[in-house]
């Protein structure tokens, strides 16, 4: 059985889940509202204050849908209440981050500016010139926006210069050494 699949979800104060046909699930919160269609073989119940799902049998793809499909629910609940934020940090000489309006403009050594706007839902917020910190209700989307800002420049191996995610490490090398 799947451990991740039978937990139920509790619907936290204020917020609403309603299960129209075909699955798809409405969550309003206080930050927003999120909808989505879920695969269709599973079931979605809201009892009193709590969600669950539950599986017509033990295929194996209704298995991995189980835990996919609670999970995708619960990551609703909780982009509603508390949202998602990832961050990152530019390291290398010269290399800043600005914002203005709804437009992220990146210096990083290229010899443009790299501008990036905000997408529907997403904010970014830059501290000082090296901390980008992309925040959302959507956890899809702050991960997706996050990853295409880093991929602007990504971290290097030997001097560690880059966009990179807060918590990530980057594996160092050893640079070139001398001829004796």
Known sequence: MSRIGRMPIAIPAGVT??????NKVTVKGPKGTLE????????????????TVSRPNDLKKMKSLHGLTRTLVN???VGVTAGYEKKLE????????????KKLTLSLGYSHPV???DPEGIETVV????VIIVKGIDKEKVGQFAAEIRDKRRPEPYKGKGIKYA?????RKVGKTGKK
């Open 17 to 22: 889940v309603e299960v129209a046909e075909n």
């Open 36 to 51: 989505r269609v879920l695969p269709s073989e599973m079931e979605i119940k809201v009892e009193g204050a709590e969600v």
């Open 75 to 77: 990551n609703m609940v």
């Open 90 to 101: 530019v390291n290398g000489v010269g290399y800043r981050a600005a914002k203005s309006g």
């Open 115 to 117: 501008e990036m706007m």
């Open 127 to 130: 501290e000082g010139t090296n």
């Open 167 to 171: 918590d990530e490490t980057i594996r």
